[in-house]
């Protein structure tokens, strides 16, 4: 090869590449006007699917606030219907009770309602804690005085039960009002 071609071939190169940058440089000016309808495009999607997902979730929270204020509204209607039984009962045992001659009867009445009653408790969760004779624990117990224990077995433990204590589901609703041996 001659320098003549040498140098032909480094003009060819050189044009080429002149050619290539002039359509890069339109191809750059073209290019952000699609890349800035493409990014906009984008863009507004992610906008409405935001604001979807923020009308769900909206709807979401009012629903379950909804529900939640219904179940607190009804909550306690189940036992309440499950007591209106017992309640009959007392008031036919009452009745009873002013007619009858035998207390033992009348007695025997109340001892059925009032387990009628603990059945119905129970059937719910709730059950009553036992306390005469256990040790006094200021977790499930609450003293209401002192006296001199009995005997030496019996200090520091439950003497006798002045209200008894009711546990719901294993957790403490009301706790056992005790006398304790000192």
């Known amino acids: 090869m001659t320098e003549k071609d040498k140098?032909?071939?480094?003009?060819?190169?050189?044009?080429?590449?002149e050619?290539?940058?002039?359509?890069?440089e339109k191809e750059t000016?073209?290019?952000?006007?699609?890349?800035l309808e493409d990014i906009s495009n984008q863009l507004t999607e992610q906008k409405e699917k935001y604001?979807?997902?923020f009308a769900d979730f909206d709807n979401y929270k009012k629903r379950t606030a909804k529900?939640?204020?219904?179940l607190l509204n009804t909550a306690g209607r189940d036992i309440i219907l499950s007591v209106i039984p017992v309640i009959d009962d007392f008031e036919r045992a009452i009745a009873v009770a002013e007619k009858a001659t035998e207390v033992d009867s009348v007695k025997e009445g109340m001892e059925l309602i009032k387990n009628k009653m603990f059945n119905v408790l129970q059937q719910r969760g709730i059950n009553v804690m036992e306390s005469v004779g256990e040790p006094f624990d200021a977790e499930r117990h609450e003293a209401i005085t002192e006296i001199p224990a009995p005997s030496e077995e019996m200090k520091g433990k439950v003497i006798d039960e002045v209200e008894k204590g009711?546990?719901?589901?294993?957790?403490i609703i009301r706790y056992a009002k005790v006398v304790v041996g000192k």
């Open 7 to 17: 140098e032909s071939i480094e003009e060819q190169d050189l044009n080429t590449s």
């Open 51 to 53: 604001l979807r997902l």
């Open 67 to 70: 529900e939640r204020l219904d």
């Open 166 to 171: 009711y546990t719901m589901n294993n957790k």
């Open 29 to 35: 000016v073209v290019a952000p006007k699609n890349e």
């Open 19 to 24: 050619d290539a940058q002039e359509e890069g």
